[in-house]
């Protein structure tokens, strides 16, 4: 989801409290005034038996005074790329299924928010909450995201046996931990932070979708329980050498673009895997290609570019790649003829 980026409004914020009045004060506290009489009036249109509200970029400043209460049925609760800082007037919505707070001003997630126990999908993305707090009770959730925060620790999701789907990318987590109850996660997302260590991952032998890119990762060590994995992507880390997938037999798509490999390994028996992302590498042999990749029939996309092989030889790679693997459909970005 790429970030996007919020144009301030300085009309929307109330002057501080002892802030010096300027021969248009009054006039200020009019605009003030005005601004509210707009954000009580945001909702009106709506009966109180809707169902589903989306203020996307909205200028709302807060959820106070827009009478939220009266929505008795609400299922659906968008509101994207605002400036809310806090969720507590949601705690009277206890019908809503999905919330959507995706780039607003949150520091953190609200007790108000514990509440809303019929909850299933619930995006806090690209705000700047320092802790995953205050969701325990919220156990029908099945997909939380928490994209681009401050958080530092995974904690305080042992009770959301059902969620499918945990996105925690580009925070600042340092180690993957506390994800032992969450035998339900099918895909779990925590590229760009700070881990050094696959681990904590044995209990999740339903995950099919592992994205642990643009970390720092230099061993691929921890996964032989994720038996039903079918994506796996590492790009930008440290890995020299592709091993411990023996157990990883449903593969269809490994990322490792952007590592330190000198040759491919370890794959050879991944007979259902389609596309192998190896750009940027220090891949610098046509022969260790073929022996490697030559025996997985399904093979279908590769990419080796930005590789020494493909640099060495500019002119000749790509025919060099197809006479040694002739199954495939796409080399790099490009369809095969």
């Known amino acids: 989801m790429p970030e996007q980026t919020i144009v301030e409004d300085e009309t929307l914020y109330r002057p501080k409290e002892n802030e010096e009045e300027d ?32 203020l996307m970029h909205s200028r709302l400043d807060s959820l106070a005074g827009l009478g939220l209460e009266r929505f008795t049925a609400l299922e659906y609760f968008g509101c994207r790329q605002n400036l809310i800082k806090d969720l507590r007037p949601l705690s009277s ?41 205050n969701v325990g009770m919220l156990t029908q959730l099945s997909e939380l995201f928490f994209v681009s925060n401050k958080i530092q620790r995974i904690e305080n ?116 895997l389609e596309d192998l992302w190896a750009s940027g590498n220090q891949l610098d042999s046509f022969e260790n290609i073929e022996r490697t990749c030559a025996p997985l029939q399904a093979l279908r996309t590769v990419y080796f570019e930005f590789n020494p092989l493909q640099r060495a030889q500019p002119a000749n790679y790509r025919r060099k790649v197809m006479l040694a693997l002739p199954q495939l459909t796409q080399i790099d970005a490009t369809l095969c003829r």
């Open 23 to 54: 021969a248009s004060g009054s006039e200020s506290e009019t605009e003030v005034n005005e601004i509210v009489d707009d954000q009580q009036d945001v909702l009106s249109e709506y009966p109180d038996t809707e169902t589903r509200i989306e």
């Open 157 to 272: 999701l042992s009770t959301l046996r059902m969620l499918t789907n945990l996105e925690l990318g580009a925070n600042r987590i340092r180690r993957i931990e506390g994800l032992d109850e969450l035998v339900a996660l099918e895909q779990l997302y925590l590229g760009k932070n700070k881990i050094t260590k696959l681990e904590g991952l044995g209990k999740l032998t339903r995950l099919r979708v592992l994205s642990i890119q643009s970390n720092r990762i230099v061993t691929l060590e921890g996964l032989e329980d994720l038996v039903a994995l079918e994506e796996l992507y590492l790009s930008h880390n440290g890995i020299e050498v592709i091993q411990g997938l023996d157990s990883n037999t449903r593969l269809t798509i490994l990322d490792v673009t952007s590592n330190r490999l000198t040759a491919l390994s370890g794959i050879g028996h991944l007979e259902q």
């Open 93 to 133: 919505l206890t019908t809503l299924v999905e919330v959507d707070f995706y780039d607003n001003r949150l520091k953190r997630v609200d007790e108000g928010v514990e509440q809303l126990t019929q909850l299933t999908s619930l995006d806090l993305s690209f705000n700047k909450i320092r802790r995953i707090e």
